[in-house]
C-alpha cells in the first residue's frame, strides 16, 4: 500500500514539475518560432566564413519556413530547395529536403558547403533580423539575416 502511495506521489510530482516547466517556456518558444517563419532568410554565414551575395545574383543562398505549411524552401545559390520542418522549442527538424539538378559552374562549392550544413542543423535562434541555424553542440553553422522586421 505504501509504494502505490510513494509512487502515486512521485508521478504526480513528475507531471507537475514537466507540466510548469513547459508553461514558462512557452511564450519564449512561441516568439522564436514567430521570428524563424514566413520570411525570406538571406545567407550571410556558412560556419565562421562571410557570405556577401551579389544583389544582381539570379539564385541568392536563401531559406524560407512557412507556418501554415510547415515546409520549407529556399536557394543553394543554384538549386531550389524543398523539403520539411518540425520546430519544438529551439530544436528544429528539417525533414529530408529535395533540390533540383541544375549545373552552375561558378557556385559548385558553395552550393555543396551550404547543403552539407543544412544537413546539421538541429536547432536554431532567431531574433530580431537575425537567424543562426546551430548543430547540435550548439555551433552555428548558419547565419541569416533579414530584411523584414517581426511583429
Not at 514558462?24 to 554565414?45: F, M, R, S, Y
Not at 510547415?70 to 530547395?81: A, E, F, P, T, Y
Request: net charge positive; with cysteine; hydrophobic share 35%.
Amino acid at each position: 500500500m505504501l509504494k502505490k502511495i510513494i509512487a502515486a506521489g512521485l508521478i504526480t510530482a513528475t507531471f507537475a514539475f514537466v507540466g510548469c516547466e513547459s508553461i514558462q517556456n512557452t511564450p519564449q518558444q512561441a516568439k522564436g518560432i514567430t521570428v524563424l517563419q514566413d520570411k525570406t532568410w538571406i545567407l550571410t554565414h556558412i560556419g565562421a566564413t562571410e557570405y556577401k551575395s551579389d544583389p544582381n545574383t539570379r539564385n541568392i543562398p536563401s531559406i524560407q519556413f512557412d507556418s501554415s505549411t510547415l515546409r520549407v524552401s529556399g536557394s543553394d545559390g543554384c538549386n531550389r530547395i524543398v523539403g520539411t520542418y518540425t520546430v519544438r522549442g529551439n530544436r528544429l527538424n528539417l525533414g529530408q529536403l529535395a533540390t533540383s539538378q541544375m549545373m552552375c559552374m561558378n557556385v559548385m562549392q558553395l552550393t555543396e558547403q551550404y547543403n552539407d550544413a543544412l544537413a546539421k542543423v538541429t536547432s536554431f535562434q532567431a531574433y530580431g533580423k537575425k537567424l543562426k541555424l546551430l548543430d547540435h553542440n550548439g555551433n552555428v553553422v548558419l547565419q541569416y539575416t533579414s530584411s523584414i522586421q517581426p511583429r
